[in-house]
């Protein structure tokens, strides 16, 4: 029977120590360290999302600012917003919630945010240093990973790592970082031919491909640490991760549950990033 990974525990961990630096901060320089939110829409999930991370800057002494815009904006109006937010001193961090509406050029918006301040690491930019092992901000749901597979004790160094997703948010960048932590890393996706059989394999197993219950307890080497990034809405209003949970923590040695498994560590780390944003802005170490 697998330990469960405490997400929430673990977040509010990482949430503490951001706080007290935040204090410090505050106190040694008398600044504030504000994060921009902008949501274009009015997408439901997002709309969650958006609530959360405004909590969380709450939690640790961050200012948000929130610019919430109707669906109907404009690629233009949208880029104004950000060429203003790039320029205001009061602003560490800018995060545009995706999706964004259809109309909308999410590849330009992303390349209009400054990298010094693109707190979600999704920046050309920030991907290439991401993956030469020279970065300033890790994406937060891979970084939020790593701490999580820090807190189980697994070294990751020679383990056979095996990523489910290529995606360029989770599957591509969580792959990096498992290299740069010296695992062997195989990088699974809808096209592979045999699965379960490079499932089998890993020591630590990491999916992300929003398939619900895509991997069973079959597909698990004895003792794996295994890492669900999924969450997947049932017909019966169910959240459920993209690993079996039930049967694959018979065979784990440690497993996240979804919810409460790698979610809150995404807006732990969107913090940490913004912390980050702002030291490097302040010249502090
Ligand atoms: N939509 C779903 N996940 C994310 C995320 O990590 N960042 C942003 N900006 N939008 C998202």
């Known amino acids: 029977m697998a330990n469960i990974i405490d997400g929430k525990a673990v977040s509010a961990k990482v949430k503490e120590e951001i706080a007290k630096e935040t204090a410090a901060i505050k106190a ?36 948000s600012y929130e610019y919430a815009l109707s ?7 949208l880029l104004q917003l950000i060429d203003k937010l790039n320029k205001d001193d009061n602003v560490n961090g800018i995060l545009v919630q995706l999706p964004l509406p259809k109309h ?11 990298p010094e301040k693109d707190v979600d690491a999704f920046h050309p930019v920030n991907v290439g240093k991401i993956m030469i092992g020279e970065y300033s901000f890790l994406p937060c749901t891979p970084a ?8 189980t004790g697994v070294d990751i160094k020679g383990k056979e790592c095996v990523v489910v997703g290529r995606s360029n948010i989770v599957g591509k960048p969580m792959s990096m970082l498992l ?13 592979t031919n045999d699965l379960a059989e490079h499932c089998r394999k890993a020591d630590i197993l990491v999916v992300a491909v929003g398939v619900p219950k895509l991997v069973t307890g079959d597909m698990i080497k004895d003792d794996a640490v295994v890492i669900d990034v999924g969450m997947n809405r049932l017909e019966n209003g169910k959240l459920c991760g993209d690993v079996d949970f039930d049967s694959a923590k018979e065979k784990a040695s440690f497993i996240t549950p979804v919810p409460g498994g790698v979610g809150p560590m995404t807006i732990a780390m969107l913090m940490k990033n913004t912390l980050t944003a702002a030291k490097i802005k302040q010249g502090i170490e």
């Open 71 to 77: 669906a109907d904006t404009t690629q233009e109006e």
């Open 144 to 151: 939020g990973i790593m701490e999580l597979i820090a807190s």
């Open 179 to 191: 290299l740069h932590k010296s695992g062997t890393v195989t990088i699974c996706h809808s096209k």
């Open 28 to 63: 040694k320089y008398g600044i504030s360290i504000g994060l921009a939110v902008v949501i274009v829409g009015d997408d439901p999930a997002s709309r969650i999302y958006v609530n959360n991370k405004k909590k969380a800057c709450e939690t640790v002494g961050f200012t």
């Open 104 to 114: 909308l050029d999410e590849k330009a918006v992303i390349n209009s945010i400054s």
